[in-house]
């Protein structure tokens, strides 16, 4: 079972961003661990997991749990356009012995609640009896999955553990809220309040390359610092997210290229240089 | 032993002639193309802080810290650096920036308004929301600290020559250290690098009734507003509204009257207090405002484009490059300032780890 802060890492790639650059995994997970977070969600938003050719995604997941050991958990995210695509990904992670599968709304068609039900169904049961999480995100999925449709997953899926759940704002984010199920915050802005309100930690893309601020909130929320955290995602979001937090990683030394696989792009000088003096404040 | 030529007796090609000699160079000469310390480095606020977001960056920093602790009073005060916020934006920026820094070794605090009054006594903390806070930085004297190097660096037998330009000494390795004038001194030898100049002003106060010698440099971090101690006066910038390039050293006159008001309102002591004087002077900034280190041709090495923040670097750079040169590899890595990485005028960097 997953728990506190998550980071919902980057995926290390090379050569422009066309293939998965696998040499810094290592030295990127020891920073996530070193700063005191419980796990990390591989694959994700953040981690370009849709973009990937599931053999890409594959060997991202062995890396991520590979060097993890007993550290961190590996949550891996294998949603995919297909149910088929799905399953293999859901059954390849545990295989790999991650410790949770997270599995998003297929993007593009808007699906009943049967076809949705029988999708997530047979995702968590290719994983079983590993700890399932459905992951809801309207704004990416193109839908909001009905909280029904969980109720109904409950009955199916035993291994149905909780959701990571990136909706927002908060009356968007709290019908999720469901009793007996873990929550884990999404948006950081939502974070303080979905923990005040019973969500069991936080899987974060601001955590990252900020894993230490974003713990830091998780671990002792106030409204003041949840405040701030998010308007450190604000500014990071204002950029191409996923270069910006690479390069950002580099910065740390964590040593990873900016590369990012297209149809999402890279920082222009201008963007990468306002992103340096965020980091390093103005010349005084 | 071939014979090294540095070009520009500021505060970087000060250290580095002087890291030469220290080095056991023998045939190092350290020209000007007016005085000694004339340039850039005179006009300088001289911030020396730690508080950068790269392991490479902070070791520079942590390596001229040192070496500007051994220097000492009146050459430098550890009085640190103080980063405070009046917003929760501003706040959430300085926090960030703390987690990267500490992360990277630099012992960093955080401050709360009360604090603040207690680390900066003077500053007005009613809008004041929070901060962060280096005590290993401090504030140093540009000038006295060149001016130093350069009277070192000719005991060990460097040979100083003022008011000659580099590529009127015949070099085996030309140094090119000219700050904002950088572009030009590389082109008289057939190398090329992309320095513009940028003007910043600072302005000086009179005395100030009152000033505690323990005020540490003091930063508006929503305004970039920032002043220090010098002497009995404070010493204080904010960069311009907008930009101005150039090579033109004016002051604008404008402003003064807007910084005098925020000092009076940050600074309540400095109520009575008018303008001494104001000068401008010129950074040299690179497109991503990091410097440029390294072999920009066959026989022409550059330490340049440092944007603003080579006073502060200067010791450790003099010492990479000294060695670099001597020895071909420094043991501080400069492999983030290669000239190499400017090359390319599209941007894309994708692959550069920096």
Redesign the interface.
């Known amino acids: 079972m997953l728990k506190g802060a998550l980071a919902a890492a980057v995926t290390p790639l090379r050569d422009g961003g066309e293939a998965l650059d696998e040499a810094p995994f290592g030295a990127y997970v020891e920073f996530l661990a070193t700063a005191g977070l419980d796990g990390v969600l591989a694959l994700g938003t953040t981690g370009e997991g849709i973009l990937l050719h599931p053999d890409e995604r594959r060997r991202a997941a062995e890396l991520f749990v590979a060097s993890a050991g007993e550290r961190l958990d590996v949550a891996v995210h294998c949603g995919a356009q297909t149910t088929r695509e799905t399953i293999a990904l859901a059954r390849h992670a545990a295989e790999t012995g991650a410790a949770a599968v997270a599995v998003i709304g297929p993007p593009y068609y808007p699906l009943d609640e049967q076809a949705l039900l029988a999708h997530f169904s047979a995702a968590a049961q290719a994983c079983a009896p590993l700890p399932f999480y459905l992951y809801e995100f309207a704004d990416r999925s193109g839908y909001a999955v009905p909280v029904s449709v969980i109720e109904r997953l409950r009955e199916q899926a035993p291994n149905l553990a909780g959701l990571k759940v990136s909706d927002a704002p908060f009356d968007r984010f709290s019908p999720y809220l469901l009793e007996g199920l873990d929550v884990f915050v999404g948006p950081e802005a939502l974070i303080v309040e979905g923990l005040e309100r019973g969500a069991a930690g936080a899987v974060s893309g601001l955590a990252s390359a900020f894993p230490d601020l974003v713990g830091e909130l998780v671990r002792n929320p106030s409204r003041a610092t949840g405040k701030r955290v998010a308007a450190v995602r604000a500014r990071l979001q204002a950029l191409p997210f996923q270069a910006a937090l690479k390069r950002t990683l580099a910065r740390r030394g964590v040593p990873l290229a900016e590369a990012v696989r297209a149809p999402l792009r890279g920082l222009t000088a201008d963007e990468r240089r306002d992103l340096d003096t965020f980091l390093d404040g103005d010349t005084i | 032993m071939p014979r090294i030529v540095v070009g520009g007796a500021g505060a970087i090609g000060a250290s580095i002639a002087y890291h030469l000699a220290l080095a056991g160079a023998e045939d190092v000469v350290l020209v000007d193309r007016d005085t000694v310390g004339s340039g850039a480095t005179s006009k300088a606020?001289g911030?020396v802080?730690q508080?950068?977001?790269?392991?490479a960056?902070v070791r520079l920093a942590q390596e001229s810290i040192r070496f500007f602790e051994e220097l000492g009073p009146p050459f430098f005060d550890q009085v640190g650096y103080l980063?405070f916020a009046t917003t929760?934006?501003g706040?959430?920026?300085l926090?960030?920036?703390r987690?990267?820094q500490?992360?990277?070794g630099v012992p960093v605090q955080r401050l709360d308004p009360g604090e603040i009054a207690e680390t900066a006594p003077g500053v007005a903390v009613d809008d004041v929301v929070g901060g962060v806070f280096c005590a290993e930085d401090g504030v140093a004297d540009p000038s006295a600290v060149t001016r130093e190097l350069v009277r070192r660096a000719v005991e060990l037998g460097v040979d100083l020559l003022e008011r000659t330009a580099l590529d009127e000494v015949e070099a085996d390795i030309a140094v090119v250290a000219c700050g904002p004038h950088s572009g030009e001194a590389a082109k008289r030898l057939g190398a090329e690098v992309a320095i513009r100049p940028l003007r910043r002003q600072l302005i000086e106060t009179g005395p100030v009734p009152g000033l505690h010698e323990a005020l540490p440099?003091t930063?508006e971090?929503e305004t970039?507003f920032?002043f220090r101690r010098r002497g009995d006066r404070l010493i204080l910038?904010m960069?311009d509204a907008r930009p101005r390039w150039g090579e033109e050293e004016t002051v604008d006159e404008s402003v003064l009257g807007d910084r005098l008001e925020r000092l009076r309102a940050r600074f309540p002591a400095a109520g009575d207090v008018e303008i001494s004087r104001a000068w401008a002077g010129l950074?040299d900034m690179t497109?991503?405002?990091?410097p440029v280190i390294g072999w920009l041709g066959e026989g022409v090495y550059a330490a340049c484009g440092f944007?603003?923040?080579g006073f502060m670097q200067s010791p450790a750079v003099g010492r990479a490059v000294a060695e670099e040169l001597l020895n071909g590899q420094s043991e501080l890595d400069l492999t983030p300032y290669r000239p190499e990485r400017l090359a390319d005028a599209t941007?894309?960097?994708?692959?550069?780890?920096?």
């Open positions: 606020m911030g802080r508080q950068f977001s790269t392991a960056e980063f929760a934006a706040l959430a920026d926090e960030a920036r987690h990267v500490v992360g990277l440099m930063v971090t970039g920032h910038a960069a950074y497109r991503d405002a990091h944007s603003g923040h941007g894309s960097e994708e692959e550069v780890v920096l």
